[in-house]
């Protein structure tokens, strides 16, 4: 069975860094495509940025340069190192797992977290 646990989230100033974390039940990363997704009130639930279990990345261009994906396997622990966070990120945030290669579509991902919100004040 895939869970997924996230933390991190919480509310920094424009310009600020956060660092999510996903905690992953063990041997998914042998398996699965990961991805961190986002979804503010009113709005679709999109990618921000995908891994594949061969270490490929994939990132939205809204977060291309700013944000990175990256996992500790040792630690079952996947990350996003979120850099210049602007208002226009905040969002609650997804952590998901599937066979999509590296897919930033949601509709490829079966299985979710239960989210951390990211509040970006001016």
């Known amino acids: 069975q895939v869970r997924l646990v996230e933390s991190g989230g919480g509310s920094v100033q424009s310009g600020g860094s956060l660092r999510l974390s996903c905690a992953v039940s063990k041997y998914t990363y042998m398996r699965y495509s990961m991805g961190w997704f986002r979804q503010s009130p009113g709005k679709a639930r999109e990618g921000v940025a995908a891994?594949?279990?061969?270490?490929?990345?994939n990132y939205a261009g809204s977060v291309w340069g700013r944000f990175t994906i990256s996992e500790d396997i040792a630690k079952n622990t996947l990350y996003l190192q979120m850099n210049n966070l602007k208002r226009e990120d905040a969002a609650m945030y997804y952590c998901?797992?599937?066979?999509?290669?590296?897919?930033?579509?949601?509709?490829?991902?079966?299985?979710w977290g239960q989210g951390t919100q990211v509040t970006v004040s001016s």
């Open positions: 891994i594949d279990p061969h270490g490929g990345t």
């Open positions: 998901a797992a599937d066979s999509s290669r590296g897919s930033l579509l949601p509709s490829t991902y079966r299985y």
